[in-house]
């Protein structure tokens, strides 16, 4: 089997492949990176960006490409069931409906981070990067999620349409009590009282 067979059967097509993530057989990291170019050469295959790389889905007028947002979802926050991220700050009151403002960046917390915070740009999208304070999983990302949403949020200025759009997350994130209990001491101490504020505590089951 050669590196091209291997990386498509693994990955198919459009979906973005990571240098660092490459392991086939015995063969070297040199190696490994003399065959992509080669393969990038050939148009066996394409590079999105530095270390990524993807097979290109042939369609009627012509190739398809992969898209940033794919990209920034399987770094940074989840592959299938796997999840390792989430979406944060201004990025997540937006998400929400608690702000009209248009970020001009991704703003994330993942696993995937040793720096406590740094920008990366991804093809075109530039992603603010944030080191989680505590291992996310598919069980407590949610509640993660929201106790980062309860640290940035201002209680006191918040109207009607904000605090009905806030209600209307927690009804549907599914965020438990004795889970947030659980994580709650793993961020500021703004996030409880900005909790007990806004009254969010008493629609949390």
Known sequence: MTLCE????????????YIEDIQFENYSRPWI????????????????????????IKMFYGEGTLSAHKVVQRRFLSDGDDVYGYVAGVSLLNQTGLSTQVPNLIELVTNNETTRVRDVKIGNQLVRVHRSRITITKENARTLQFLDLMNVITPSSMDETERFMLSKYIKTSGV??????QYAGYFPARAMKNMMESGVVYEIT
Do not use: A, H, Q
Request: aromatic fraction near 20%; glycine fraction near 8%; avoid cysteine.
């Open 33 to 56: 990176f003399k065959e992509l170019k080669k393969l990038v050469d050939s148009g066996d295959i394409k590079r999105f960006d530095t270390g990524i790389y993807y097979f290109p």
């Open 6 to 17: 291997f990386l498509k059967d693994k990955y198919g097509f459009n979906e973005p492949i």
């Open 176 to 181: 438990k009590i004795d889970d947030v209990s």
